[in-house]
């Protein structure tokens, strides 16, 4: 299994990798969509949508929507990003603070009940709507990229959106390591029993410090380093609470992984629930501190 594993992580990061740096922000977006939707369809089997024709009309509600976000900040200059950062300032905040409510007190979505699940559903869009708007906002760099202008950040906003997701794949690889080699404090036992606060610190120590080194990488100014890993640091504690929120979903749904889609890691949504997290912290966190 850990050989299957490293084969597809060797054969998805490059892909990502290469994606990010060369796809204009158009068809980046289109296909972030695409990845995204695939895990939202995964969430909504965690939430007990089982039958396929209501998630294929979530699932397309949930497109619908976002079509609807592009449409709407469309104006005589090309594509204003104040909607999308509203939205992806929304994400940022159910993940900072709705989320860790939503893990202190897992019995509220535990069960059959249509309350539960219909805060499940919500959960979703909310999670899934906001990354995407972030990971648009990140690439395109204040959406001219987006609309087919030049790109306000000279050409660097696919720089920091491989700085935005490396972090987010170095934390899972250092809580991983770190966890293994000196973890001995569960972080949340009951919802992961096999994280651990050392493996949490360890994470957070490897997303800062390759944030700092792709943040170079973009051109940000050293001056601003500082503001940068606080950023960072910001985006991995979400993504951890991301991970988290996955687990519960999981383990409240009674399964392991939430598909068999990549050999040796599961469905899109066990690869990309760090992601949704972190990416509207990160984006909000670049456009307050102007990165």
Known sequence: MTRTRVLAALVMAPAAIAAILFLPTPWLAALAALVLLGGLWEWLKLAGVDDTLPRIVLVGLNLALMVLLVWASRGDAGLSPALFQTIALAGALAWLLLAPLWLWRPAFTAGERPLAR?????????????????????????????????????????????????????ADSGAYFAGRRFGKRKLAPTISPNKTVEGAVGGLAAGVAVALGLGLFAGIPAAQVPMLALVAALAVIASIVGDLVESLLKRQAGVKDSGHLIPGHGGILDRIDGVLAALPVFAIGKEILGF
């Open 118 to 170: 219909a805060f499940k559903l919500a959960a979703g869009t909310l999670a899934v709507v906001p990354a995407w708007c972030a990971l648009c906002l990140i690439h395109s760099g204040n959406f001219a990229g987006l609309s087919g202008l030049p790109e306000a950040t000279g050409g660097n906003g696919h720089r920091w959106l491989l700085a935005a997701l490396a972090l987010v794949w170095a």
